[in-house]
């Protein structure tokens, strides 16, 4: 698996709430995002805050999908 979940699991704070819930979420956060990881943010991973952080920075220029999973539960 992708280096991607890593970074994509700190996103997901609902793990232990309802593990199968988050495992959904976070399904759905990768295959948003991962793109834009990768296109933005290659030089930060594995650092999963460091690589929220830079997919913050480039908000305005993520993908529609991306961006949708960021303004989810305020994030």
């Known amino acids: ?3 991607l ?3 994509l699991a700190a996103f997901i704070g609902l ?10 979420a976070m399904d759905k956060q990768r ?3 991962e793109r834009d990881s ?5 030089a930060e ?3 999963a805050i460091a690589v929220e952080k830079c997919l913050r920075a480039h ?5 529609k999908a991306c961006k949708r999973q960021f303004m989810k539960k305020g994030r």
């Open 15 to 24: 793990a232990a709430v309802n593990p199968v819930s988050a495992r959904t």
């Open 5 to 7: 979940i890593l970074i």
């Open 59 to 63: 908000a305005s220029q993520l993908s």
């Open 31 to 33: 295959a948003a995002c």
């Open 38 to 42: 990768h296109k933005f943010c290659s």
């Open 1 to 3: 698996m992708s280096k």
């Open 45 to 47: 991973e594995p650092d």
